[in-house]
């Protein structure tokens, strides 16, 4: 019960944030790939980590420099 409260939860957090990106529409492409690659990373280093901050931290940072990289400027 506890495991599936909380992928439900962080489901619901990826789709909040998701959502959420379509507001930033000054932000340029880059930009909006750090985030989101900041957030769904977040959410995966918590998921791996049973909720841990360390983790979740780790993943957020992670994710948003993948993020950033893909999408650098030409």
Not at 26 to 40: F, H, L, P, V
Not at 60 to 66: L, P, S
């Amino acid at each position: 019960m506890k495991n599936s409260l909380r992928t439900l939860s962080a489901t619901a957090l990826v789709l909040a944030l998701a959502s959420s990106l379509g507001a930033c529409s000054n932000m340029s492409r880059q930009d909006r790939a750090t985030a989101a690659g900041a957030a769904i990373g977040g959410v995966a280093g918590s998921v791996l980590t049973d909720g841990s901050a360390a983790g979740t931290v780790g993943g957020a940072v992670v994710g948003g420099v993948i993020g950033h990289e893909v999408e650098k400027k030409k």
